[in-house]
DNA sequence: TATAAAACAGACGGACTGGTCGGTCAATTT
DNA sequence: AAATTGACCGACCAGTCCGTCTGTTTTATA
């Protein structure tokens, strides 16, 4: 009873890794066995096929992910434009290597994943749509207190942020240059920038 | 030699069609040989193995697309902001079915590839590099010509503007949703107005 | 028309892959 | 103590998939 979490955090920590590496497509579940000693058996135990463990790792591995990387910040910010640019400041101009040779994880699978499978397609649409909003209510809450210019639609605007950033961390990793990562991180924020009363 | 030809872009044709709806590594080279009705001996006589032929989809066929759509219209441009975003309008407000259910050839590729396998990311990453720097110069030609505001930095503005596309026409493909690739659209817009004079 | 080279055909090899299935074992329940 | 539960095991299977190999046909050239 104990021993099952710990096998299948194990095996979603793991597949994790190897689909962020190779894409879903990509990923041998012999390998996700190997690397963790864990036996085929006990993956089918805990999940019905190779779908259904990618969407826990999408369900219980990203979500969280983003959650704590790019909403957590919001949730007591003050100046919403102040935390968005200190926060794409901190990845974009100190990216880990990670960053910049393998890119965002969730924006790599969902390239990959959501033409192929609508299964994927809509957990991971489900991630964008609670970030969006996130920084859609950060930016009205940041109308009325005065930080934000008032002609702006949040609703709009964040779709573009978050698109935006997906855009820019996929062009580092294609480039592989911490410059074309610096460069748009630049670029966003000048136009965060503009977003201000 | 006149069927030379024939085949090989019949094969190239299709693999883009596959490699499009399914990714690379989700494309079968037999499903490639039945829809184009060459027999497999024909195709590896043509191209070394699977990656060969996805590598050939790049470099003769993305690379023409993304220059007809993206580059081309640059070529006798007056005012570059004005043709990028009829360009833009034209594809984020009247897109095809195909742009919002599958997305943009190009960045699906990149996303995919480009982690997995150095031939690929090399080969996008010029694509993406030819691109970036057509915008460039049309900007700093703009500049000269009193259209675009002479305090902006034309290389890293042209990456954030590639990086954003990509990243909106992403966007929308994970949605399916026609509005949220329009209100990406607007927003792209009126950055691109503000880099006026 | 003879000859060589290029293009094409498709059966086959065989490593690999996702998934199955009967069985074990320790912990709970009755 | 007997019965039950459920996590876990790992050999095995059926099918997949890239790539090879042995020809045959077509085309170019002399």
Known sequence: MTQMQNTREKLIKKAFQEIYRNGFQGTRIDIVLNKTGVAKGALYHHFKDKNELGYAVVDELLTNMTIQTWIQPF?????????????IDNIFTKPTKQIIQTGCPLNNLAQEMSTVDEGFRKRIDKIYSLWRSSIADALTKGQ??????????????????????????????????????????????????????
Chains 1, 2 share one sequence.
């Open 75 to 87: 949730e007591n910010a003050q100046n919403p434009i102040d935390e968005l640019i200190a926060t």
């Open 144 to 197: 009325s207190k005065g930080f934000v210019r008032e002609d702006i639609e949040s609703d709009k605007v964040a779709t573009f942020i978050v698109a935006s950033i997906a855009g820019c961390l996929g062009a580092g990793k294609n480039s592989r240059d911490i410059n074309v990562l610096k460069d748009c991180g630049h670029s966003l924020i000048n136009y965060l920038d503009s977003l201000r009363c």
